[in-house]
């Protein structure tokens, strides 16, 4: 049992490191940093480590990342709201479609729409000059990028037998 736990550690903390160093290869869309190599470690997170681990990684990754001047505030709700979610869908379903639209909906849609009341409170924007929903879009094109590019990399394991391998080496 706690060889299996230092092994979920120790993967859930590279996760953490490819995700901090893929936000390197961020693009600006609007008032937000998209970083897509954060949802497509949300996705491999959620699906080998469960929901609560990717969670933290998502945590993690978005702690780092703004401490190290990668990341905006707004990293918080994104990542960690569509790493839990697709966790979830994952751990119930064991289908990734599903999974994936979990990360797609949590981070594009809750993930944006919390990040109004960050921006406004923490960042200093206007709460007039943007609406509720401006968030939304630009996670929706960062969350979609990562999404489908996970999508190919688990399809891929899951068709040569990896990821069930992977999986029960985790669990």
Do not use: D
């Amino acid at each position: 049992m706690r060889r299996n736990q230092t092994i979920r550690l120790t993967v859930a903390g590279i996760l953490v490191a490819v995700a901090v160093v893929g936000s390197m290869f961020s693009f600006p869309v609007f008032g937000s940093k998209c970083s897509p190599v954060q949802h497509l470690v949300n996705v491999v997170c959620g699906v080998l480590l469960g929901p609560w681990y990717a969670f933290g990684a998502g945590f993690l990754a978005a702690l780092i990342r703004n401490l190290l001047g990668l990341g905006s505030l707004l990293a918080f709700p994104g990542s960690m709201c569509g790493s839990l979610l697709c966790g979830f869908v994952w751990k119930y379903s064991k289908k990734l479609l599903p999974a994936l639209a979990g990360e797609i909906i949590g981070t594009g849609i809750i993930g944006g729409l919390l990040a109004y009341p960050i921006a406004v409170a923490f960042m200093g924007v206007a709460s007039a000059s943007v609406g509720f929903y401006a968030y939304v879009v630009p996670f929706l094109i960062s969350t979609v990028a990562g999404s489908v590019i996970a999508g190919a990399i688990l399809f891929a394991l899951k068709k040569n037998g990896a990821l069930s391998a992977m999986m029960s080496r985790l669990s």
